[in-house]
């Protein structure tokens, strides 16, 4: 078995923000929005825009299929994109609408949480009073993970992960999605092998 963290693709030069002003179409409860909760009877789209922390000409950078918004850690999907991947993921995960430049753009909300990991096999960063510190490598319980479905676990929920107990390129696998249509703004990267 194979386990997959999302990540952005470092080619990718564009990522979302919420504005600054944008306080009262937040997230709905910021908190609780990687707590495995569904958010569809409750969703109040927040605005969205691109980071730019330089004033550097982001026309000229390529729109990602795929890209990561900071708070709430999480992906948002372009239109093309929610249409390829929507029946892939419609049972671990929401694509909440949010507007953007004139578009529908999907918020992946994964509410599959999964209790997988394997504390006495991780590494953490151990602090200088001893205390353990962030985990800095994840293992996992191989029998409770699902195979090719999107998943977060507890101790890491911002982070969204993959897993493949077999090579599959069924056409409801997510990660054979992104890869078969060149969805460009993440990258599959290997965490775990068991």
């Known amino acids: 078995m194979i386990v997959y963290s999302i990540q952005t693709d470092k080619a990718n030069k564009k990522i979302f923000v919420m504005p600054p002003m944008n306080n009262k179409n937040r997230v709905g409860d910021i908190d609780d929005f990687d707590t495995g909760i569904k958010k569809s009877g409750n969703w109040v789209p927040p ?4 980071f730019d922390d ?6 000229k950078y390529k729109d990602p299929d795929i890209s990561y918004i900071s708070v709430p850690s999480s992906l948002i999907v372009s239109p093309y994109t929610q249409e390829l991947i929507a029946h892939a993921v419609k049972d671990v995960a929401e694509l909440l609408p949010i507007p953007f430049n004139n578009e529908a753009w ?8 999964i209790d997988a ?11 200088r009073n001893g205390e353990i510190g962030r985990m800095l490598k994840v293992a ?24 493949e107990h077999h090579p599959d390129n069924s056409e409801n696998n997510f990660k054979h999605i992104v890869e078969k249509n060149n969805l460009f703004g993440i990258e599959f990267v290997k965490v775990w092998e068991g």
């Open 47 to 50: 605005s969205v825009e691109w």
């Open 140 to 163: 996992f319980f191989a029998e409770k993970i699902p195979h090719a479905k999107l998943f977060t676990v507890p101790e890491k929920r911002s982070t969204y992960y993959f897993a």
């Open 117 to 127: 990991v394997d504390k006495e096999n991780c590494k953490y960063n151990i602090r």
């Open 106 to 113: 999907y918020l992946l909300n994964v509410h599959n949480i």
């Open 54 to 59: 330089d004033g550097r000409d982001l026309n």
